[in-house]
């Protein structure tokens, strides 16, 4: 924590010491000795600022297919692809700076030239594709530098379709150091045909890939090889009740266990019937009771 404390102090020092390095730089640049320098350098970037920008953005699309590669390369590998594909990306945007800067200086492009494509005065045509192509260069390098902003985005593709400008880019910018200005030599044609092929092996590649991938993963539909057979005995079809039936159930007998048998019980005696007084007496006799007279 303390070093950490004591190495803040020092990136003002830094900075001073920097730009101390600039003002000595431009001071020695007005001197004979730095304009000759500086004329070589200027002469430099001229010739080659636009071939190293193409070459530059030729292996940063090369590398950036590559780095897709998960057949043959390891993780390592695709880690280490993908810190050149940022470098030289960074190298060609530096490069196309370069190159546009000494061509307004030079008076061969305007000011407006670099903004709007195809309003040159001459070579119209080809200095309108090299701005396109500075352009899809320029927004390729931006999302490619805000990429982890497109995390959390809810359309991933849209990344996808500003990052692959580079695709669009670079065949144009084949076409605008091809065709103007100087006519370019022999080496720097025969770098650009093998950039050309080295890229459209890698796409080819990616696009078998993905679409490898695609089939794999999407279900194959049945054909008439793949159906079942039927068999040449169709069974019956099974009947379903759809009307609830009673169902009778068997009365419940009891079963007693087995065992010696029963006698059965005798009926008891019935005993005679007695009958009362009133039965045996005759009507006279019970009317003579009711009225109180003596038969006797």
Known sequence: MANALRSRPGRPSGRRALAAAVVLLLAAAFTPPGEHVLGLCHRLLDFYAGVFCLVALSVTVMAGLAATDRLVLLVRHRVLLQAAHRSTASAAVVFLGCHVVVKVMEAHAGVLDVVLPFLASKHTAVIGLGTLSGYGLAAAAWTGAIRGRFADFAHPWVWRVVHSCAYLAWPMAIVHGLTSGRSAATWVTVSYVVCVL?????????????????????????????????PAEIPPPVQRRTVREPVQVAPLTTVRPAGPPVAPRAAPPVAPRRRKAFETVSDDEYWAVLRGEDLR
């Open 198 to 230: 080295l890229v459209g092996a890698g796409l080819l590649v990616r696009l078998s890939v993905t679409w490898g991938r695609r089939l794999r993963t999407t279900p194959k539909a049945q054909t008439t090889g793949s159906l079942p057979r039927i």
